[in-house]
């Protein structure tokens, strides 16, 4: 009886856990990163001054506005083999540093409705991320903690199943900065549109 119990218990946070995992890869792996990474130190632990507040919601926000950012952003490799990222505009891709981006068709890379319910859904997962830590939730609501126990088995799998959902109606074919590497949406080495 006492095992099938730990079982149980394991198994809800074991799938609390791995839906967390699930909505982290929906994010730009450098975010979740840096936040992670900086987030113990700029709010000491939990135990926050005015200053670590400042700092903390100052991390906060960057993280959240890249998140959102890098939903709008997309590569290609250009015509001199390299890869390029650029900004995703009404009229098509605007590059960042590629020198032969006038010579290169990139209308094909519009903004599209899709994009923003990324974005809004990048956010959201970052939100839940920032949440479920608790350094975060210490160093600005320590009243919520004892909620924090509650919201890492229901928020994980509530958000995950909404943003997988609404990826599966926008699914996302960018690769944009932050995003793990890969092929890169167009080529144009070979001097025509060769799609990977």
Known sequence: ???????????????????????VQLLPTGTVFVFQFLNPLLTNSGQCTVTNKVLGGTLLFACSFFCCFSSFTD???????????????????????????????????????GDFVHAFLSLA???????????????????????????????????????????????????GIGYPPSTATVDYTEGELELK
């Open 1 to 23: 009886m006492a095992r099938k119990d730990q079982n149980q218990n394991q198994s809800i946070g074991e799938k609390a856990f791995q839906g967390l995992g699930d909505l």
């Open 125 to 175: 997962v970052f939100a839940v991320v920032a949440v479920l830590d608790t350094n975060t939730v210490t160093c600005f609501d320590s009243a919520m903690l004892v909620q924090q126990k509650m919201m890492l088995e229901v928020l994980p799998p509530v958000i995950g199943s909404l943003a997988s959902s609404a990826f599966m109606v926008f699914p996302c074919n960018r690769r």
């Open 75 to 113: 590569s290609y490799i250009g015509t001199d083999g390299k890869l390029y990222y650029g900004m995703v505009t009404r009229k098509g891709l605007w590059s960042f540093s590629d020198p032969n981006a006038g010579s290169i068709d990139l209308s094909r890379y519009k903004l599209q409705f």
